[in-house]
Nanobody, 127 residues
Framework: QVQVVESGGGLVQAGGSLNLSCTASGLSFATYAMAWFRQAPGKEREGVSCISRSGRPTYYLDSVKGRFTISRDNVQNTLFLQMTTLKPEDTAMYYC????????????????????WGQGTQVTVSS
């Protein structure tokens, strides 16, 4: 069964930090580009960051640049998102997504490129 499962969400005060994880199973993790998306109530889902097969991050949403760091461990089949200096506007359900790709060093923030999605983990930042 192909799946990705997120963890690490929670409630944090503004200025705090959270570390999200996403564990993949049933797929060749090292051949997939990976990404984090988020969706706040009443808003469209948006790409937060993506990382290529090689581990080279190639996209961050402008509003999270300098605060969030994406990384991956191709041995542990795990994707990470370190979030610091969190703001109330970061409050959302965060989703992990996996997309097969032949590109070693590329990824995209387009949802269409990802065919495996997790159920999400809630991040709530209080002011």
């Amino acid at each position: 069964q192909v799946q990705v499962v997120e963890s690490g969400g929670g409630l944090v005060q503004a200025g705090g930090s959270l570390n999200l994880s996403c564990t993949a199973s049933g797929l060749s993790f090292a051949t997939y580009a990976m990404a984090w998306f988020r969706q706040a109530p009443g808003k469209e889902r948006e790409g937060v960051s993506c990382i290529s097969r090689s581990g080279r991050p190639t996209y961050y949403l402008d509003s999270v640049k300098g605060r969030f760091t994406i990384s991956r461990d191709n041995v542990q089949n795990t994707l990470f998102l370190q979030m610091t200096t969190l703001k109330p506007e970061d409050t959302a359900m965060y989703y992990c997504a996996a997309g097969p790709t032949v590109s070693i060093n590329g990824c995209t923030e387009s949802m269409n490129a990802y065919n495996t999605w997790g159920q999400g983990t809630q991040v709530t930042v209080s002011s």
